[in-house]
């Protein structure tokens, strides 16, 4: 079993920047694929970047892509989010996940953590 803290979130301005961090309890880390989703007011829950076990893959939804950029670190046992030039429109609660396998999918993902607010001002 997997648990997942994730930090980092808060308000910026747009066009700023903000770095979120997911920090995973056990030993298992490097066997999950993990992911990043959003869930802003009123919407669904939506991928935003997942990375394979070892950072060799990544993929990203198409409105973040050359924005924000997944990275992981096993011997930390952190997942990170760099997202730069930041919009109003990545306000949201930010999610970390953990999946057997590379998807975009939710309910392909096993553990979740409690996210964080993400919050752009115009």
């Known amino acids: 079993q997997v648990q997942l803290v994730e930090s980092g979130g808060g308000l910026v301005q747009a066009g700023g920047s903000l770095r979120l961090s997911c920090a995973a309890s056990?030993?298992?880390?490097?066997?999950?694929?993990m992911g990043w989703f959003r869930q802003a007011p009123g919407k669904e829950r939506e991928f935003v970047a997942a990375?394979?076990?070892?950072?060799?893959?990544?993929t990203y939804q198409n409105s973040v892509k050359g924005r924000f950029t997944i990275a992981r670190d096993n011997a930390k046992n952190t997942l990170y989010l760099q997202m730069n030039s930041l919009t109003p429109e990545d306000t949201a609660v930010y999610y970390c996940?953990?999946?057997?396998?590379?998807?975009?999918?939710?309910?392909?993902?096993?553990?979740w953590g409690q996210g964080t607010q993400v919050t752009v001002s115009s």
């Open positions: 996940a953990a999946a057997k396998s590379v998807t975009t999918t939710g309910s392909m993902y096993d553990y």
């Open positions: 056990g030993r298992t880390f490097s066997s999950y694929t």
């Open positions: 990375i394979n076990r070892f950072g060799g893959v990544t």
